[in-house]
């Protein structure tokens, strides 16, 4: 009989022998290898102690502060940020369709709320879609796409998800097939890549993005890790791209975009495009290029393939084997960022470009196994993509309360990039978009010695100390990753304005006494 | 600057059969358990039906039906099943808090009840913003109301730090799964029922682990059956696997059963005797047709006074509220090493948290109203578990008098399982085709009845038997319809391939 086991023969006979040796209790070392190291930092070690101190605050405990600030997600409804009337009356009238006759909502909110339900039969918010989401919002994605980008898109590639996190999921559980496998990911990035692809056995292999650029990475630097992994012995099957940048927020000009998917075309990588933050774009000058735009604007460009293709359909034709007609891309997109900031609604999709349709087939087999993702969330992204248009009913008011908010975070990048490059220490690239500033700070050696002592990282001792003395809940720069040797943390710019110039305040006094406190020894 | 390295150039004779490989990910590249994975709940028959709903809609009418009756998922809003009223009040005032501005006058018109506007009052009090992602693990006061609920239910109270608010019960599964599935310990295996719901099958294949099938016993109402039990071990054992846990469903999907506690004592003490962690998936415990109660296996683990490491699931989804839509529902984690449990909050969290909607409908459904809304609600509620309970009765009706057709009782869910007996021509036939006997049979019964259902091959049953599974879900009319094509159907197949 052939054995499969990947523990020794040695080990087995032992288990074997004692039955009794198998643990009593489902323990650390039972549990699978990959979830347990999987780590996420955004919810990690400074925010589960922020937990604990919000729990002594409302035992009356006595702290160096009254409440804590909590800037270390992305979810601007729990910092003040007010939802978006038209959106949240449209989902209430399709929860409560009785209510469609009250006389409370405007015309236009009424037609919207009739429409899904009748997408989805008349059944309502209560019942299961199909796995891929409900029709008339993915023709509504189609749509919104078409108008984005001038290029045309196709429900039967847009799939709907329970935010973008599962459809991040979903498309790396794929594309690794075994633990040769690996995929690109940015250095700093968005934890979610390192844990899904840990917890699926594949390996990571960072390129980094360089701070004194303005966060961008070049050509040379994917090339090195491409090829320090092909020397490891790993298998790249894809690479993430977060643009908006996410801890980094820094904004894609339109050549980095070109360089990323021939280079990815090169490699043979299905490319993931994190557009999360699509409509979170502030500084003058800056604009989002979609991946799905750029490639579709290279694949009419190319001509020797684009020719080709129009004139031989045989398969087997041989062809230069790199082409951007075979580049594969996912684009990611959610309800929980951009104005809308409807995180908690669990609302996104994921556009696929350059699939077949079975291996389509085999996506909507995934998403099957989890039935449906919810009714309301899928209407919020129909509803974050064909938003109220001028002479709408509700247009003005939704104007209005969107202008506000965009107009706060512009403002509140702006902001916190200026005071924070006042801060001695700190210094932070400027904030072109997304909803964070991602600064370094300089550590003095001492404090660099007391974290190595305490078993922390350098920034997770100063962010946690920033948290007991002030209450200001920030991520540690290790928890997204950074150059060897450089510290950072990662802060959000969505508290309100009068919170935010606190947070800086108390950011500013804590840094000097810190310094103060450990800087004898010099950097 | 030099050329980016390629695995292509490194291959011999394959070279030029790269070359023709053009695009990254393909049927040949994809993750093997991917495609491996099946899920027949929404699997050939239902795409099947799907296209033929097309053509209908079309008008392009060549069926001698004119609609199809979806019997092949638990989707009782999409058959003609109803919302609470006093649930969809209450979110559509967290939805859209200001119209609480304007309660008064609603409550007045009869549009809103009073309790429902306290009851959100209450919620938003409580920081119930739907637009902000929670605590990973969902609304504290949610998660305490549950613990109200199970020591109203089993007389003891869970502690609500070992609450989890998940998108449906389906994400429970998966998560302690996704844990359990230690490969460096050798092939994991999960002991799960056969027939059984076959989201278990699908995950044991994703996570690249063995389903450790025991025979429930159709004889005895699809019975779990210790000897059942321990052959599957025993036999997994033998086989080198290591099995680490038990997944029972109860009451039973697609069985329709409703275990009694006897046989949950067998249960609880077959999973302590063998170490295996016990995911007790009791999604339809409101779904019960039978004298007696439905008995929850945590509360029989707390009887027997026995540690051992179980989750309980339920969901929004079944019961007499149906919200599949609204993906919502809890695990309760008892006797788990406090380590473990830190690793499951730290798994929940990667993906921030389930919907909040669906979070607070947990609480709507944990904890339902007592005041003015209380009698539409009770009226509601008996509404629906009573139409559920005369079409379980017209199934019972029509398939036990079906020559051919045998069905075990229907003691609770929303399905039944009966077994056919194919003639040897139709499996003949079927095999000639390259399908499974049952699904043959049931493709034919959609093509001639427009009833749509899930062969058993899909659930996995004994070798050699044939099922399908069908819900009771569609309205009255449309399942006392469907009953009689479905019965003329059967006769004149079995007559076909006598």
Known sequence: MA???????????????????????????????????????????????????????????????????????GNPHAVGQKPITFYRQVAAAVTDPSLLTAGIYPEDVKKRATEYLAATNNAGSGAYTDSSGLLLVRQQVAEFLLRRDGFPSEPKDIYLTTGASEGVKRAISALIK????????????????SAALTMVGGRIVYYD??????????????????????????????????????????????????????FATEQKLVILADEVYQENVYREGKQFHSFKKVLRELQKDDPVAYKQLRKNRRVDELRPAASSQDTQLISFHSTSKGIIGECGQRGGYMEYVGFSDQVLTQFTKMAATSLSSNTLGQIFVGLMVNPPKPGDPSHELFEKETSAIFQGLTRRALRMTEALNK????????????????PSVQLPKKAI??????????DGLWCL?????????????????????SFHFRTTILPPDELLEEVITKLTTFQEDFMKTYGGGGY | MWAPVRESMFLGRGALKNFARFKSLTLQTINKQVLEAEYAVRGRLPTRAAAIQQEISQGMSKYPFKELVYCNIGNP????????TFNREVLALLTAPHLLSNSEKLVEQGLLSAEAVARANEYLEKSAKVGAYTDSVGFEFIREEVCDFIFSRDGFRPDAKNVFLTNGASEGARLVMSALAAKHLGTIGFMAPIPQYPLYSALSTLMDSELVGYYLDEDKNWAVSLPALNAAYDDAVKRGIVVRSLVVIN?????????????LRDVVRFAKEKNLVLIADEVYQENILTKHPFKSMSSIMHELNLDLEIVSLHSLSKGFLGECGVRGGYCIFENFDPEIMQQFVKLKSIELCSNTVGQLSVGLMVRPPVADAATLYEKEKNEVLGSLRQKAEILRETLSALEGISLSEIGGAMYAFPQVKLPQAAIKAAEEQGVAPDEFYCMQALETTGLVVVPGSGFRQVEGTFHFRTTFLPTLEKMQRAMKSFADFHNDFMKRYS
């Open chain 1, 449 to 458: 010695e007391e974290a190595k002592q305490k078993e922390q990282e350098p």
């Open chain 1, 209 to 262: 993005m360089f701070e004194e650029k303005g966060w961008k990475t070049t050509y040379e630097e994917l090339n090195q890790a491409a090829n320090d992994a092909f020397t490891d012995g790993i298998k790249l099957r894809a690479m993430t791209v977060i643009n908006p940048g996410n801890p980094v927020g820094a904004v894609l000009d339109r050549e980095d975009v070109v360089m990323l998917i021939n």
């Open chain 1, 178 to 193: 075994d633990e040769r496998c690996g995929m690109l990911i940015p250095r700093p990035q968005y934890p979610l890549y």
């Open chain 1, 423 to 438: 801060v001695p220490g700190i210094s932070s690239q400027p904030i072109d978009g997304a909803m964070y500033a991602f």
């Open chain 2, 77 to 84: 809003q999409q058959v003609g099943q109803e919302p609470l």
């Open chain 2, 251 to 263: 009451p039973g999907n697609p069985s329709g059963n409703n275990l009694t506690a006897d046989t």
């Open chain 1, 465 to 485: 100390q920033l948290l007991e003395k002030t209450g200001i809940v920030t991520v540690p720069g290790s928890g997204f990753g950074q150059k060897e040797g």
């Open chain 1, 3 to 73: 054995q499969t086991w990947s523990c020794s023969h040695a080990d087995w006979t032992l288990l074997k022998k004692e039955s009794s040796l198998m643990p009593h209790k489902f323990t650390l070392q039972d549990m699978d290898n990959k979830i347990r190291t999987a780590q996420y930092a955004v919810r990690g070690a400074v925010p589960a102690r922020a937990g604990e101190l919000q729990a002594k605050l409302k035992a009356g405990e006595k702290l160096p502060f009254d409440r804590l600030v909590f800037c270390n997600i």
